[in-house]
């Protein structure tokens, strides 16, 4: 007869100690239900929408899509790609615009207190400190101001921007199936070949599947 192992409870205390007696010299963090609770992708996303950011022409492409996607005719990296390339011929100052009042108004709050203090102590102990999403990048890099992690330690959905104007050229969708790759993506190089070269000792948090977006719905008349 098997048994079931009862999840262990810890204090934040006893957290933070079992994280400590790993010694990490890279700690790599997932953000959504890990550094905050919450869907950052997902709100981010309804907030554009609400926002009038969207037009109703990309408002409903993308509907359509998320229908392909519920029949099976999308894959999961596909759409997390999607939800980036919507924001195709906006200027990317509207983008970090907006992801910096929304990241203030929707999300801060959230923070875990507990993973901020870790993170403050890893980084005090000369941990180097990395985050992963399939959110876009505008809105994970503002979330990781407030954990000074810099831009060149994370991994997020993005896309090519040319003259100041976000393309629909991705460049790299962070998720778990198909390795997170995108055929036509160019991948983070730099980013990549560091994570590559980690120390085999190393603490991965939050390890998690990509989000699905919420359909979005056309703003009132």
């Known amino acids: 007869m098997s048994t079931v192992a009862?999840?262990?409870?810890?204090?934040?205390?006893?957290?933070?100690?079992?994280?400590?007696?790993?010694?990490?010299?890279?700690?790599?963090?997932?953000?959504?239900?890990?550094?905050?609770?919450?869907?950052?992708g997902v709100g981010f996303m309804r907030w554009t929408v609400d926002g009038g950011l969207l037009s109703r022409e990309a408002i409903g492409w993308l509907d359509d899509r998320y229908r392909a996607y519920l029949r099976g005719e999308v894959s999961e990296v596909a759409i997390c790609g999607e939800m980036v390339q919507i924001y195709q011929g906006l200027r990317e100052s509207e983008m970090r615009s907006a992801a910096t009042e929304f990241f203030a108004a929707r999300i801060e709050k959230n923070?875990?207190?507990?993973?901020?203090?870790?993170?403050?102590?890893?980084q005090a102990?000369?941990?180097?400190?990395?985050?992963?999403?399939?959110?876009?990048?505008?809105?994970?890099?503002?979330?990781?101001?407030?954990?000074?992690?810099?831009?060149?330690?994370?991994?997020a959905a993005r896309v090519a921007v040319v003259e100041g104007f976000v393309t629909p050229t991705l460049i790299d969708v962070p998720t778990d199936e198909g390795q997170g790759r995108v055929p036509g993506a160019r991948g983070h190089p730099a980013a990549r070949r560091r994570l590559r070269q980690l120390h085999p000792r190393r603490c991965h948090a939050g390890h998690r599947p990509p989000r699905l977006p919420h359909r979005p719905q056309p703003p009132p008349c």
């Open 125 to 155: 102990r000369g941990g180097e400190i990395w985050a992963v999403s399939s959110t876009c990048n505008w809105v994970v890099e503002e979330g990781m101001s407030r954990f000074d992690i810099p831009p060149g330690r994370i991994l």
């Open 6 to 40: 009862k999840p262990q409870t810890l204090t934040t205390a006893e957290f933070h100690a079992a994280v400590h007696a790993l010694a990490p010299t890279v700690a790599v963090f997932d953000c959504d239900g890990t550094l905050w609770s919450g869907d950052a």
């Open 111 to 122: 923070i875990f207190p507990e993973m901020l203090a870790l993170i403050r102590q890893l």
